[in-house]
């Protein structure tokens, strides 16, 4: 007997991840033996470090396979508070931390935790979809804040911020290190976006997934300026640092009020993170740390020959980020030139028929939230986390004939 089922209306309310769908058109045509240069997903294809892999099954033998504390094991709550607050210039305690199945659990529980119904929460786009998402489904309200092109980086429109504050804004969602521009604020941009939160009351979800995969310079966390570890909840993951995507680890690090919710959270939701994960990730950051090296090395080479390649493309110029493994080349000339027009629909031709063509698989801009009335330009992401430098050099030459033909 068939049942009439109708989803909850708040499924409604839900979205996704649009980047997983084209990964679902790359295997559809790679089933058919086509060659696929995957710049499309954000996933690694460098092999978890050692050390680590060792010390999760040496932690399964030992029988740490239970349940254990929903906040996390205390060994790791205590590491990764001296971790991240010795990286950062600050102080956290076993009390600041709830380590996590993953970083994007994160993103929910915060909202959950400082977010009333109707209350209003700044976020970024383009930005990672879950943000706008969560905030949907947790009745909140979004409001969206972008970006402009400056003279070697993308920058936030802070004027834009500041004219969307109202008394209803709750919080704000700060992503520096920025997936998918790969961007960073600035000294006097991070300052600002701080005296923003401070003057308005605000909390802040610092999204610091890509913070240690970096090329040149040093990461800085809002965290750390005057006034702000009060009112901001850092969001780890493991899964960048030591190529560990598939393990689903990370932490909540912020203020005892908040954290305490989260924890609470965690008790609902999936009662604890995998018990020998947590030991292992305890080697992960405190063991040997030459495979996060040698991580950030691969990265480096390919995001270089990445970029050079891109901007020998006629009509496409792509900024050098010195964080975080994605580019988000300006391809307006590109695709105008070879007669798509202007705005989502055509983009997504455009990425089809490259697809389709070339093998070549990539994101568009509206992959990432959605497009502002100011946004007159277009772009596409490309990470080079997944794909190695002979099959970029090879796919980004098909791009060029295809592009330049």
């Not at 960048?240 to 919710?261: C, H, S, V, Y």
């Not at 992401?381 to 592009?403: C, H, P, T």
Request: proline content about 4%; some cysteine.
């Amino acid at each position: 007997m068939s049942v009439n089922f109708k989803p909850a209306t708040r499924m409604s309310r839900l979205g996704t991840e649009t980047a997983f769908a084209v990964s679902a058109e790359c295997a559809a045509l790679a089933a058919k033996g086509r060659k696929v240069y995957p710049f499309n997903l954000g996933d690694m294809n460098i092999k978890t470090p050692q050390n680590i892999i060792d010390a999760a099954t040496k932690y399964m033998n030992a029988g740490k396979t239970g349940y254990c504390a929903s906040g996390g094991i205390a060994e790791l709550r205590e590491a990764l508070a001296e971790d991240v607050g010795n990286a950062r210039g600050l102080k956290y305690g076993i009390e600041n931390v709830a380590i996590q199945p993953g970083g994007k659990p994160i993103i929910g529980k915060f909202l959950m935790s400082v977010m009333n119904e109707g209350d209003e929460v700044l976020y970024p786009t383009p930005g990672y979809p879950i943000y706008e998402s969560q905030i949907e489904f947790h009745q909140g309200k979004g409001l969206p804040y972008g970006y402009t092109e400056g003279e070697k980086d993308f920058k936030i429109n802070l004027e834009q911020i500041e004219n969307l504050i109202t008394k209803k804004t709750r919080a704000l969602i700060y992503n520096n290190g920025q997936n998918p521009l790969s961007c960073e604020s600035d000294e006097k941009e991070m300052k600002q976006i701080a005296k923003l939160a401070i003057d308005h009351n605000l909390f802040v979800l610092s999204d610091e997934a890509y913070f240690d995969i970096r090329y040149s310079g040093k990461s800085k966390s809002i965290a750390s300026l005057p006034g702000m570890q009060e009112r901001t909840v850092i969001l780890y993951t493991f899964s960048k640092k030591f190529a560990m995507t598939g393990w689903r680890l990370g932490g909540a690090i912020g203020p005892k009020e908040i954290i305490d919710q989260i924890i609470k959270l965690n008790v609902n939701d999936e009662s604890c993170s995998p018990h020998f994960l947590q030991w292992a990730a305890i080697d992960a950051l405190k063991g040997d740390q030459s495979g996060h090296k040698e991580i950030v090395k691969v990265l480096k080479e390919r995001r270089d020959v990445a970029v050079r390649l891109l901007n020998d493309i006629d009509g496409i110029r792509c900024y050098k980020p010195e964080i975080a493994f994605y580019l988000f080349p300006n391809v307006t000339q590109a695709v105008h030139r070879l007669g798509y027009k202007k705005g989502k629909e055509e983009l997504a031709r455009f990425r089809v028929d490259v697809l389709q063509k070339t093998g070549v698989s990539f994101c568009t801009r509206d992959h990432f939230g959605k497009r502002l009335p100011t946004e007159d330009q277009e772009y596409i992401r490309m990470a080079f986390s997944g794909i190695n430098v002979d099959q970029i050099e090879e796919g980004l030459g098909k791009l060029k004939k295809f592009v330049e033909g």
